[in-house]
């Protein structure tokens, strides 16, 4: 393991300062012991769930089950189906949510380690975005309390301490946030047993069925750490009966350092409604769908044309190892490495019994109210390994550091252009770069060459991660929150991430 040591090359940074230090660490105790404060009155939430984190286990393979860490929730107060338990899941509780809700959550880390909650996507004040200075020890609580202001959408939640993201996701800290508005349930799309949710991981196991991890050294570090099979929704079955009408999927990647490239057996296309930030403007007919770790997409499917009885097949299908990346030890991570064939799962048609659907030609008027400003600066941010690191322009994580150029004003737009550059010796991955607290528009994507990753991005609506292939230049145009404090970005494949491709940004 890489101990925390120095940053490469960085440039000019503005340490945070002991006043601002003093005043984090008085955010977080005011969380953990004088809750009431930061809301007014004790009762004001509409939401409150206590979640904890712990070691358990759950039989996933046959045989002996499997141990596992995992987050249990339950509801203080709130609508009865806020939280969702997934049976013979290590996935935590699914948590759906309203915009608009206040909502508090006490996270209690009884993992026996530090941690923190982060909450993927979703804009939310800096002292609950989960941020690694604010891990609490094992045996002490974090009191969240936020408003939901983001649109109806997939997010999710995992854990985010120093250096030990990769690990607790793996072994199973992670749930999805899905969160619905008035806009969504106009369009009245597929719901109850014609709506699926997805969170695909892969994982390995040893043959007494425990889970293998290593994120040591070059093996993991470089290329990101790859199982060799595929898990949906922590579960071990991957065979859904569902009716030969019209689905919605709601995928989630929440894989550590795999890309699927994902496609429909019997030639059916989908219909992309949505990504990361909520529905597209329009629906986007797609024969495949790229999905790097940490994206979220919402497919809608017509099966009303496939026969009772058919098994329709999710999987990822081939492409050349060498799209994702082309670092030192391509191949020798895993015996399945990025770009070969997956099965992800079967869908066992029954007999139509879903009410009619038409898919609406206009699915938001949101994407319409965007408005790009001409005079916008933009920021180029080198994607690159240096002396042996990942880093985001020239420079890795250091906890309090924040740079010049790292400095944005709250409510400012800003153009960020993420050039992904060859290293030494040609290294070179794909990274999928994510901003916390906020969804951002993917202005231009340039690159040299053919990919074939490229064929199933579509770069449409609002999204918090984006996928840059090695060689490309991707230009995202971030409305900055008016949530003013230290944040991050970081590329989501958590071993990168682990090592040290994450910077904080500020809003001030
Ligand atoms: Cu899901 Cu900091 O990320
Ligand atoms: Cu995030
Ligand atoms: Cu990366």
Known sequence: MRSEQGKVGSGQPSSMDRRELLRLAGLSSLAMFARPALFGAEAEVDVDLMLTASPGETALLPGAPTQVWRFAGSLVKGPADTLQVLPGSYLGPVIRLRTGQRVRVRFVNKLGEASIVHWHGLDVPESCDGHPRLAIADGAEYVYEFTVTNRAGTYWYHPHPHMRTGPQVYRGLAGLVLVRDAEEEALSLPSGDAELFCVLQDRRFDRRNQL?????????????????????????????????????????????????????????????????????????????????????????????????????????????????????????????????????????????????????????????????????????????????????????????????????????????????????????????????????????????????????????????????????????????????????????????????????????
């Open 212 to 508: 293998v991890y290593s994120s040591g050294g070059m093996m993991g570090g470089m290329d990101g750490f790859l199982g060799d099979r595929v898990i949906v929704n922590g579960q071990a079955e991957t065979i859904r009966n569902i009716d030969t009408g019209w689905l919605r999927v709601r995928l989630l990647n929440g894989s550590n350092a795999r890309i699927y490239q994902l496609a429909w057996s019997h030639g059916l296309q989908m219909a992309v409604i949505g990504g990361d930030g909520g529905l597209f403007e329009r629906p986007r007919v797609q024969a495949a769908l790229t999905l790097a770790p940490g994206q979220r997409a919402d497919v809608l499917l017509d099966l009303s044309a496939i026969d009772a009885g058919t098994e329709v097949n999710l999987e990822s299908r081939a492409f050349n190892e060498a799209d994702a990346g082309r670092a030192g030890m391509m191949g020798m991570n895993s015996a399945v490495p990025n770009g070969a064939p997956l099965r992800v799962m079967t869908l066992r048609t029954r007999r139509h019994l879903a009410p009619p659907f038409q898919l609406p030609a206009r699915l938001s008027a949101f994407d319409a109210s965007w408005t790009v400003q001409g005079d916008a600066r933009v920021r180029r941010v080198p994607l690159a390994f240096l002396g042996m690191q990942w880093t985001i322009g020239g420079r890795t994580f250091v906890m309090n550091e924040v740079a010049a150029d790292e400095i944005v004003s709250a409510g400012s737009t800003h153009i960020w252009e993420f050039v992904n550059v060859a290293g030494r010796m040609g290294v070179q991955a794909a990274h999928p770069m994510h901003l916390h607290g906020r969804q951002f528009r993917v202005l231009s994507r340039n690159g040299s060459g053919s990919n074939s990753l490229r064929d199933g991005i579509s770069d449409a609506g609002w999204v918090d991660t984006v996928l840059v292939l090695p060689g490309e230049t991707v230009r995202v145009q971030v409305p900055f929150s008016r949530h003013l404090g230290t944040f991050m970005y970081h590329c989501h494949i958590l071993e990168h991430e682990d090592m040290g491709m994450m910077r904080n940004f500020r809003v001030v």
